[in-house]
């Protein structure tokens, strides 16, 4: 099956810094997502970005299909902005999307 | 838009009984349900994929018959959990494939905690 890997698993950020989450997959996708998933466990969609650049707010991401990554950009990060952030692709024709292992982030203030 | 919804959110139950959850798309026609089992500190695995009127399509490793998926309708799946064990406490979330979207976006409920006791 299809590999998607995330880096770095944990990062502690004080608050109003600036971070880049990556996403490494092995296979040609044709969906690509970012969530965020909150204390409660909800997963919040960020971003379907299977290909191309797009930006929300402070938050943005770039997908580099023909490299197989994609890159989260978080931009003057509050403590709201913990939680596990995943990366999750589907291989084109597989129906399925097959989560990354996370990002945990921790913003102190 | 593009909202799903779960119930229970949260469950106890006794060894051996079953228990039922429900998913639903509030705004959409969903095409594909997907059922995935979240376990403490670890990432979203792939249970099973429903689509509407069909049988569901179960990932390796899960017992079919012991989670029981019925895609009734195009805003309703529900997953079953048969003889529960303590095992199978965990956090179950579905998600759902917006038929009108031209895309493979999923969007995904709230989750539902269960609990075996």
């Known amino acids: 099956g299809i590999q998607v890997e995330q880096s770095p698993p944990d990062l502690i950020l004080q608050e109003g810094a600036n971070s880049t989450l990556r996403c490494n997959f092995s296979?040609?996708?044709?969906?690509l997502q970012w969530f965020h998933q909150n204390p409660w466990g909800q997963l919040i969609n960020l971003f379907y970005?299977?290909?191309g650049t797009k930006q929300n707010g402070r938050l943005s991401a770039t997908t580099v299909a023909t490299e197989r990554y994609s890159l989260l950009y978080i931009s003057s990060s509050q403590t709201t902005d913990s939680g596990v952030y995943f990366c999750?692709?589907?291989?084109?024709?597989?129906?399925?999307?097959?989560f990354g292992t996370g990002t945990r982030l921790t913003v102190i203030p | 838009g593009a909202v799903v919804s779960q119930h229970p959110s949260w469950v106890i139950c006794k060894s051996g009984t079953s228990v039922k959850i429900e998913c639903r798309s509030l705004?959409?026609?969903?095409?594909?349900m997907f059922w995935y089992r979240q376990f403490p500190k670890q990432s979203l695995m792939l249970m099973a994929t429903s689509n509407e009127g069909s049988k569901a399509t179960y990932e390796q490793g899960v017992e079919k018959d012991k989670f029981l998926i019925n895609h009734a309708s195009l805003t309703l799946s529900t997953l079953t959990v048969t003889s529960a064990h303590p095992e199978d406490s965990s956090f179950y979330i579905c998600?759902?494939?917006?038929?009108?979207?031209?895309?493979?976006?999923?969007?995904f409920g709230p989750g539902t905690r269960l609990t075996v006791t």
């Open positions: 998600s759902a494939r917006d038929r009108g979207s031209g895309t493979y976006e999923q969007y």
């Open positions: 999750a692709v589907e291989r084109a024709g597989a129906n399925n999307l097959f």
């Open positions: 970005i299977p290909s």
């Open positions: 705004d959409f026609q969903a095409t594909t």
């Open positions: 296979d040609s996708v044709n969906n």
